[in-house]
C-alpha cells in the first residue's frame, strides 16, 4: 500500500445541485459545504423576510431502538423527566474531554434519534452503547440521511407546499418532530425555532438528497426564498 | 345612443373608470377598463357573440356571466377554454374564439345546424359503424368538428401552478351573506376561519342587488350592496377569518378534505368543520331557440349592470315565474333600458306590492304567460308569448326586443353537499331539492337550502357558524316556504309548465354544453332510457362544462313530467369532484419525479455515461460500449456502482433467527465474517428477493436485497419479526452506504495500491468480508463474484463516494480499469447463469425451478415458503429454467417465445451477445423433460425458428475456478 496521505472530502447528496445553483464550497468538519450563493447580504435577508434552505446533510444522526431504549434513555439522562413521542429535547453528554450537545427526538415508544453536530455521532454512539444482555441497539444513521434547514418567516408556508401536515405553530410548535411524507418522499421533521423566528430540520434518505432539494429550491424561490449558505446562517445565529 | 354599452355609475361596480387596459379579441384592439372580465369588456364593446356551439355550431352569447356555463369559453394567450366571464383583463393579452371557422360570425360548421335532424342524441352509437372503413372516417370527422378549443402541442406551458396545504378550524365555502354570517359567527366563537369565495369580491348575490331591505334585522333601509359591503368590511376587519377571494372549492373528500383552485395554487385545505354556503344558480328557460345571442339570465343582466356599468340592451323581455324577475326590470329600467314586457307564469304576481311597481312605472305584465320561442339570426329580435295554460290555439304574441332576461327558479349548489355525503330531497313546496340530512361537521346555510330571503339566509349563516364551535351535530331546518322563499307553490308548478310546452320542439336547448334539446331528452326516454344515470349517460346532459349547473333541474324536470313520475322518484345525477373544470396541470402541479442517485451520479454523468432509470434509481447503462466495458472485466478489472443495492443492518440477539425463518437457506451457522447468497421466497413457495448475508458480529448481520425491493424487503422483514423473537431490530441503510464492486484478474492489484487488508486469495478467500479502510475511508469488503471474477463489494458510508471511487479509478489506471455499467453487468452476469429476481422470475417461480435447489434448506426449523416449495415438489416440476446458446450469431430479444412442435412452450427471459463465445446465448424457462444437457430448442427471432441447445452450467468459467482466484 502506498504511504501517501489521503485527503477525503466528504459530499453531501446535494452538492451537485447546489454547485449548479451557484454555491461556493468550502471545506467545513470535513464536509464540502455551500460558503454562500454569490450574495451572503441577500440569503441573510432571505433568511430575514422571507425563507432560507440550508443543507444539514453534515450533521451526525444515531438511532436508539429497542424494548430497553426507555430505560436506557432514562438512565443515561438522569434527571430529566421522560420524553413524550413526538417530542423532542436540546440536551449536552460529557464526552472524554469535550460536552456535546444534542438534540434528542422520540419518535416511537421504543425508539429514539439523537441528532449531533457534524462529527459527533461517533462518539454519541459510544455514550449509548448499551449492557451486552439488554435489548437495545444503536446505529450510526448520519450517512443515510440528507437534510435541509428550512428558516424564516415563510418556513411554515414552505411547507405547507410539500406536506399535508398541519406546522403551525400551534400544532406543531418548536421542539417538537414526525414522521410523515415529504413531497412524496418518507422523510423526518423536527421544529427547533431560532430566536428570530421558525425554523425547521427536514430530514430524509440520502438517496433522495438532490429531488427533495430541487423540489424545495423551487418552492422557496415561488415565494421569494431561496438557498443560503453557512455564512448566512452564521450571522442570523449571531445576530447580524 | 347605442344598443349595449357603458352605462352610468352604478354603486357596486368594482370597475375603475379611471385605469384603461388594452387587450386583442381575435385582432380588434379592445379598451377595457380596470376591474372589467374579458366578457364584460367585450359586452361593453358592443360584442355580444362569444362562441359556437359544442356540436351544431350555433352562435352563443352570454348567458350566466358568473363562471358556469359554457358559452363564453375562449383562448387566452394560447390556453384555451377560459371562461371570459370570470378572467379578469390584463394589458396585452390576446384573445381568441373558439370552435368556429373562418370566423366566429361566419362559421362554416354552422351549416350543421341546417341537418340536425340528421343527428339526433346518440346518432353514433347507432349510425355509421359499417363498414368499419366508415366508422374511422367519421370518428375522425366528429371529433374535428366538435370540441372546445384546440390544444396548441408547440407551445410549452410554464408550470405555474403549485400545491399548498392548510388547515382550519372552519371552512366556509361562500362569500355570500350566509356565508359571511356563518364566518364572523364562527369568528366570535374563537376559531380560525378560511372563507372560500369563487368570486373577486365578497357578497355574493347583495354585490350587485340594489333592492332595499326594510325587514332584515340591522340593516333597515340599506340596499343590497350595502349589505354586502359592510359584511365584507366586518370581515376583513376579523383576525380570524382568512379570505380567499377567486378560489373555487371543486371536491369535498372524507373528514372534510377540500380541494380549492386559488389562482396558480391548488390548495388541499383540511377542516374540523364546514359550512356549505355555495349558494343557487338560476335556472334558464326552455323555449324555441332559447340560445340566441341576447338571451340571458336574469342574474347576469343584473352583474352587468350592477358590477360592470353595463346596459346590456336597448329593449329587454323579462321571462320569470318568481319576484327576482320583477326585480330585473326595475334595475334594468334603472339602467336606461326599455322593458316591453314581463312575462310571468304564475297566473298571480308572487309579490303583489311589486307587481303593482312595476305596473306603476309602465311595464307591462304579462301574467300566465310563457315564451314560445324566439326569433332572429345570431341576435334574438323578439319573443313569441303565450298562455301557459295549453291555449295555444291563439295565436303567439310577437314582442320585438334585443334583450331577454329569463329567471326560472334556483337550483341549489349542493354538489359539495352530496360529496360530503349529505342527503337531499325535493321539497315539492318550494321546488328545489334541499339537504334533510347532513354528516357530522357539515352545515348549510343560504340558498343551499332552499332559503331565498336575505333575512333568513342571515340568521341560518350565524347558526351553522355558531353551530361549528361545538360538537353539536348539523341541524337541517326545512325550508319554510311562508318566510324564507321566494318561489311559492304556484311558482313551482308555473316552472313545470314551462318545461312541459318545450319538449316537441327540436331547438328548446336544455343541455348548452352538449347541444342537448328537450326533444333530445324525451327521444332517449322513448329509447328506454327513463332512469336519471343512463339518462344522462346517453344524452351526455350535464356531462359538459358546466356540470349539470344550468340544466340538472331541467333535466329532472322534464324527465319527471315525461314519464309522470315525481322529481323525488326520479332523483338526481351524482356529483362527483371536479366541482367546476381544474386544469390538469393545476392536479399535477410542479413537476417533479423522485428519483433516487447514488452518490457517485454525478461523475457517471461527468464520465458520459448514458443513465437510466432503473426503479426509482438513476443507474448508468453503460458509458459508451456495454461489450467493451464487459470485455475489460474479464480481461483486466472493471468498477460497478452498485449503491443501489438494498442494504439492512440486522441487530439483535435474535437476528439469526429472524433470517433463518425469512431466508430459505440457513444463517444461524454462518461464522463471523462470512458471507452466503440467500434466496427469500414468499409463503407460497415463489421467489420474492435474494441477496448476500454478511455476518458481521454474533448479533449483526449486514443484509443485501435486491436494488428496487430494499423497501418492500425491509417492510417483510418488520412484518415477521414478531415471529422471530422479541429482541431484532432492522434498520434500512441503503442511503447510508455507497457500494462499488471492484472485479476483474487485476482487481486484486489495484485495489491493494489502496488498502493494507491482505487481499490474497489464501487471506481473503471467496465468501468472506473484511472491515478496514480503503484510500482511508472505512469499508467493508465483501468478496463474492456476481459477475464471474475475482472481485470484491466494498461498502462505504455514501459521503465518501465521489472521492472512492476517483481514488479506485485513479488506482487502477495503471491496470486498464474501466467503469462497467448496468448493460455490462447484466452480460457478465448471464455468462455466470445468475439470475435476477423480478427479470428472470415472476411471481410464481420457485427455488426448484430455477434450480437452486442448493439454496433450500429443508433440513431446518420451519421457514418462510417451504409449504409452497414441497408442495411444488410433491406435484412435480413443469418447468425449469436453463441456460441455453444459439447455434447461429442470432440474438434474441428478452421475452420471446421458445417453440417447440410448432407451439409456445416456454419464452426468453435474458439473452445477450457473449463476449466469450461471441454467440447469443441467455437464460430461458422450458418444459423441464427440455432442461437436459445439449438439449435442442427452437427460439423464435423475427418469425423464424432459430436452434439453440440448452446448457445448465455457466457458460463461463463454469468451475468458479477464476471467481475464487
Redesign the interface.
Known sequence: ??TRE?I??????M??LELLQGAVMSELNG?QQPLHYGDGASELKMLRESVGIHDL?PRGAV?L???DAVSLETGLFSGQKELAVGQARECRIAAENETVSLLELRLARDEFIFLTAPGDAETVTEFLRSPPAS?V?T?D??????GAGIVGPQAT?LL??I????V?SE?FPSLRCVQSRF???PGLLVRQDAVTGPAYQLYF???????IW??IT??AH?IGGGPVGTEAIKRLQDGC | MNRVGRNIAQPGEIIDRSAAVEFKSDGRTIRAQQGDTILSALYAAGITTFSRSFKYHRPRGLLCAAGHCPNCLVTVDGEPNVRACIRPVAPGMKVQHQNAWPSLRWDFLSILDRFHWLMPVGFYYKALHRPKLLWLLARGAIRRVGGLGSIDIERVPETKFHHRSQHADVAVVGGGPAGMAAALAAADQGSQIVLIDDQPHLGGHLRFDQQTYDSVPGYQGKTGVDIARAMAQSVAESDSIEVMSDATVFGLYQDKLLSILAGDWRVTLRAKRVVIATGAHEVPLIFENNDLPGIMLASAARRLVGLYGIRPGANAVVATNTELGYQTALELLDAGVNVAAIVDANLESPKPGLSATVSARGIRVLQGHRLVKATGRGQVKGVLVAPVDGSLQSRPERIPCDLVCMSGGYQPVDALLQQAGGRLSFNAKIGESVPTHLPSGIYAAGDVMGTHGLATQLTQGRLAGSSTAGDWNSSVPAADANDTVVQTADSVAAANALVSGAQDDSRSFLCFCEDVTAKDVTFAIDEGFEDIQTLKRYTTVSMGPCQGKMCGKSLAAICADYTRRSIDEIGATTSRPPYQPVPLAALSGPSHMPLKRSPMDRLHRELGASMVESGLWQRPLDYGSAQDEAIAVRQRVGIIDVSTLGKLDVQGADAPALLDLLYTNTFSDLGVGRVRYGLMCSDNGAILDDGTVTRLAQDRFFVTTTSGNADMIEDWFNWWMSGAGPCVHVTNVTGAYGAVNVAGPLAREALSKLTDIDLDPDKFRYMRSRQGQVAGVPCLLIRIGFVGEAGWELHFASEHGEYLWESITEAGREFGISSFGLEAQRILRLEKGHIIVGQDTDSTSNPLETRSEWAVHLNKADFIGRGGITGAAERGIKQKLVGFIMESGLVPEDGVPIISEGRPVGRVTSARLSPTLGKGFGLAWVPSHLAEEGANIEVLISDYEQTASVTLRPVYDPDGVRLRS
Not at chain 1, 8 to 13: F, G, L, P, V, W
Open positions: 500500500m502506498s489521503w477525503n472530502e466528504r459530499r453531501s447528496a452538492a451537485r464536509w446533510s438511532r431502538v429497542g424494548e435489548c441497539h446505529i444513521i448520519s450517512s443515510g440521511l440528507a408556508f405547507s407546499m406536506t399535508e401536515l398541519d403551525s400544532a413531497a412524496d418522499v434518505t440520502r438517496e433522495y438528497g438532490e429531488y430541487e423540489v423551487q418552492a415561488h
